[in-house]
């Protein structure tokens, strides 16, 4: 696990990010470990695009994106944010979306590293 993974980081559609970028320039979802790194919980805290490049699908391409990451680690996601949560309710059948559980605790999905 890298740095970035141990305390939680961002997906965006820029190559680098900083968080000076998070003035909203730039469309990204921004993660957290939940409990110890053993016990594979992330949220997904937050998605931001900016006003210009809205409706372009973005959110979407980033929200999928970090599911497939998150399910190829193994992670199970807490969807905190309203987008990712709605997102992933869309998209239950999706295979990038087994395994993500819902903010009040019920798994999405059939999931089997709860």
């Avoid at 959110?59 to 309203?82: D, H, M, N």
């Avoid at 019920?106 to 089997?112: L, R």
Wanted: charged letters at 30%; a neutral charge.
């Amino acid at each position: 696990m890298n740095e970035l993974e141990m305390l939680g980081g961002v997906f965006s559609n820029a190559l680098e990010f900083d968080s000076k970028e998070e003035d909203g320039s730039i469309a990204y979802l921004k993660y957290d470990f939940v409990g110890l790194p053993k016990s594979k919980l992330i949220s997904f805290a937050h998605t931001w695009t900016p006003e210009k490049e809205r409706g372009k699908g973005l959110a979407k391409v980033i929200t999928k994106g970090a599911l497939e990451w998150a399910k190829k680690k193994g992670y199970t996601v807490i969807p905190t944010c309203s987008y990712v949560e709605k997102f992933a309710r869309e998209n239950e059948n999706e295979e990038y979306v087994k395994g993500v559980v819902s903010f009040d605790g019920k798994v999405i999905s059939i999931q089997s590293s709860i």
